[in-house]
Each structure stands twice: as C-alpha cells, then as structure tokens.
C-alpha cells in the first residue's frame, strides 16, 4: 500500500494510487502513521525495522557475543573448608551439648 497523501503537513485519509484516491479506513492510516514512526526512529538511532514478514530472520539478525556469558561451577560440600568446618562444628557441639546434659 502507498503511504498517505499529505496535504500542507497533515496526513489525509486517502491514498494517491495511478492518479486517483483512494479512501484509507481510519484503522490503516493509524497503521501506517505508526509504521512511518518506527521506521523513521529505527533509522534515526541506527536500528533496523522489522516487518511481520521479516521475523523469521530477526534471530539469526542479532550477533552473539561473550560479554555477560557466565559460567557456572559446581563444587562439592567437602571442597568448600569454611562451609565444611561450619556444618562439623554445628554436628560436633549437639554431640557436645548432648553429652553435657546426659541425654547420650
């Protein structure tokens, strides 16, 4: 569809094609207003617009990089002295404690 013809600045509901205009339903010409927006910020900032059409190349589209890729470690409990030490002291003073108060 051609873009809507503009008169002396404003955008009107008719459409210019081979010569003759053609009536364009509100909903289209909003359609259109907002299409010319985005394409006009998308090239205005460097980006790129995407038709619905076009959608299934968005994802090969975007590059990857390696900044913000982690890598995750997984360590066993017996690895880890201070969290190691901790959880045997904790074991050792209820064997303590139960032990004081005569229970063992």
Sequence with gaps: MESPVIVGGVRTPFVKA?????????????RLAVRELLERLATQTGGQYWKPADLGK????????????????????????????????????????????GIV
């Design 58 to 101: 968005l994802a090969s589209s975007i590059p990857f990089s390696e900044a913000g890729v982690t890598m995750r470690e997984t360590r066993d409990l017996w690895d880890l002295p201070l969290v190691f030490l901790v959880l045997l002291a904790l074991r050792f003073s209820e064997w303590w404690l139960r032990r004081k108060w």
């Design 18 to 30: 081979a010569g003759a205009f053609n009536y364009v339903p509100a909903q289209e010409l909003g």
